[in-house]
C-alpha cells in the first residue's frame, strides 16, 4: 500500500519560496508522475505540476515562472519549490501519486491516487 | 473560474439518486479520461472515479461515472449521509498540457 507523507515550512513572509517535500513509502517511484496541488482556504483545487522518474515536468502555466519540481529518487522523494510568494498563495498544498494513462499513444494524467496529507502554507508578514 | 465546470451545489435525501455534472470542452473531456474526487470535510481528495466510469478497489458501486461528449456525471445512488462531501473532477486539458479541475460541488445530504 503506497503511502505519501508531506512535510515543509507552514508559515512564510512575502517574497519568500515555499518548499516542500513528499516522501512515497511501500512502492515503486518509477513508472509514475508525482504531482502537487494546492487548494486555497474554502475554494477548490488547483493543479500545479508533476515529474516523472526521468526528470520530466509539466507545470500549471499560471505558475510556471515560479515553480520548480525535483525528485531524488535515491530517497524516493519529491519536492516543491514556489518562488516570490504571496498572500494568494496561502493554501492547502497536497502531493499525490499520478498513474500515467495512455490516451491514443500520449502519456496523459489526472488520475491522482493516493494523495498525501496536506500541508497548510500561510504567507503573511 | 474553473476550466471544468460544476455545479457549487447538489443535495438529497437517504436513499435518493443524485448526479453531478461537469461540463468542459474539446481539448480537456471531449478527448481525455475524467477522474472525479471525494473531499470529506479537513481531509485530502480521494479518488472516487477514474478513467471515466472505472471505481477504484474500495469505492462502493453506489458511485458511478459516465461521459458523454464535452461533459461528464458522476451518479450516487442510495444516498447516505456519510456522502455529504466535496466532490470534484478533473481531466487533462490539451490546450494548457495540464490538468484542469472543476470547482467542485458541495453534496448536502437532508
Known amino acids: 500500500q503506497v503511502q505519501l507523507q508531506q512535510w515543509g515550512a507552514g508559515l512564510l513572509k512575502p517574497s519568500e519560496t515555499l518548499s516542500l517535500t513528499c516522501a512515497v513509502y511501500?512502492?515503486?517511484?518509477?513508472?509514475?508522475?508525482w504531482s502537487w496541488i494546492r487548494q486555497p482556504p474554502g475554494k477548490g483545487l488547483e493543479w500545479i505540476g508533476e515529474?516523472?522518474?526521468?526528470?520530466?515536468?509539466n507545470y500549471n502555466p499560471s505558475l510556471k515562472s515560479r515553480v520548480n519540481i525535483s525528485l531524488d529518487t535515491s530517497k524516493n522523494q519529491f519536492s516543491l519549490n514556489l518562488t516570490s510568494v504571496t498572500a494568494t498563495d496561502t493554501a492547502v498544498y497536497y502531493c499525490?501519486?499520478?498513474?500515467?494513462?495512455?490516451?491514443?499513444?500520449?502519456?496523459?494524467?489526472?488520475?491522482?491516487?493516493?494523495w498525501g496529507q496536506g500541508t497548510l502554507v500561510t504567507v503573511s508578514s | 473560474q474553473s476550466v471544468l465546470t460544476q455545479p457549487p451545489s447538489a443535495s438529497g435525501t437517504p436513499g435518493q439518486r443524485v448526479t453531478i455534472s461537469c461540463s468542459g470542452s474539446?481539448?480537456?473531456?471531449?478527448?481525455?479520461?475524467v477522474f472525479w474526487y471525494q473531499q470529506l470535510s479537513g481531509t485530502a481528495p480521494k479518488l472516487l472515479i477514474y478513467?471515466?466510469?472505472q471505481r477504484p478497489s474500495g469505492v462502493p458501486d453506489r458511485f458511478s461515472g459516465s461521459k458523454s461528449g464535452t461533459s461528464a456525471s458522476l451518479a450516487i445512488s442510495g444516498l447516505r449521509s456519510e456522502d455529504e462531501s466535496d466532490y470534484y473532477c478533473?481531466?487533462?486539458?490539451?490546450?494548457?498540457?495540464?490538468?484542469?479541475f472543476g470547482g467542485g460541488t458541495k453534496l448536502t445530504v437532508l
Open positions: 499525490a501519486r499520478s498513474p500515467l494513462t495512455s490516451v491514443r499513444g500520449v502519456i496523459k494524467t489526472g488520475w491522482l491516487d493516493p
Open positions: 511501500g512502492g515503486s517511484f518509477s513508472g509514475y508522475y
Open positions: 515529474i516523472i522518474h526521468s526528470g520530466s515536468t
Open positions: 474539446s481539448s480537456n473531456i471531449g478527448i481525455n479520461y
Open positions: 478513467r471515466n466510469n
Open positions: 478533473a481531466a487533462w486539458d490539451d490546450s494548457v498540457s495540464g490538468v484542469v
